[in-house]
């Protein structure tokens, strides 16, 4: 196969969560540039109609709560209805409404913060495994560096990330001889509204920048050129892998 098609989605449907802005709306344009079928799905209806009008035909624009498993089964319905199949998943949807000690994370908080950054992977992907089975299907899980280290005052978010991990690898072994593949990227600090707390705080950057090999902060882009690389035949032999991109934050 040409090195370029290696990198082509043409014919392909992918569902991205959380695609509204940051990562998830790069990937969302990396992957229908390559030719798939992009379901843009967020919490909000007119964020995602944005997204969508910018990507123009071969989108869908879903309103969907990651932490509610009906809403995700509507989402499903929705993409096999429009596009009659499901090849890629990317699971970018997180929540992290706290920052602080570990001791100070309230029930609710800690429950939230699972629903959707575990749960609603899990409900997604299992809900969707007959339809990915079908043309053998790529899952793409955004998990972060706190899942393989866990990051100051984020304690239950890199306990939720680390589980993503976790799940991914699950999902390689038992779902590979269906078909099914199943990675997981672990960005770094990436500018993105999620992140700003750390990248516009000029003595939290500073610290930052000097831990790193590559001492810049990430671009959405950057994240976004390794989940089409995940989501295309050029990747087919690989499955659960844990892929950083972090300008070497975790060597």
Known sequence: MPIQDQFQLNGKTAIITGASKGIGE?????????????????????????VAQALGERSLPVAANAGKPEELQALIDRTLEAFGGIDIIV?????????????????WAYDKIMDVN??????????????????????????????LSPEHQLGIYSVSKAALISLTKVMAKEWGPQGVRANVICPGLIKTKFSEALWSNEKILKYALAQLPIPRVG??????????????????????GVYTADGGFTI
């Open 26 to 50: 790069a990937i969302a344009h990396a992957l229908h540039e390559a030719g798939a079928n992009v379901v843009v799905s967020s919490r909000k209806q007119e964020a995602v109609d944005q």
């Open 91 to 107: 699971n970018n949807a997180a929540a992290n409404p706290v920052f602080g000690p570990v001791e100070n994370t309230e029930t």
């Open 219 to 240: 671009s959405v882009e950057e994240v976004a050129g390794l989940a089409l690389f995940l989501a295309a035949p050029a990747s087919s032999y690989c499955t659960g």
């Open 118 to 147: 575990v749960r609603g992977p899990f409900e997604l992907c299992k809900r969707a495994l007959p339809h990915l089975k079908a043309g053998g299907g790529s899952i793409i899980n955004i998990s972060s560096v706190g899942g």
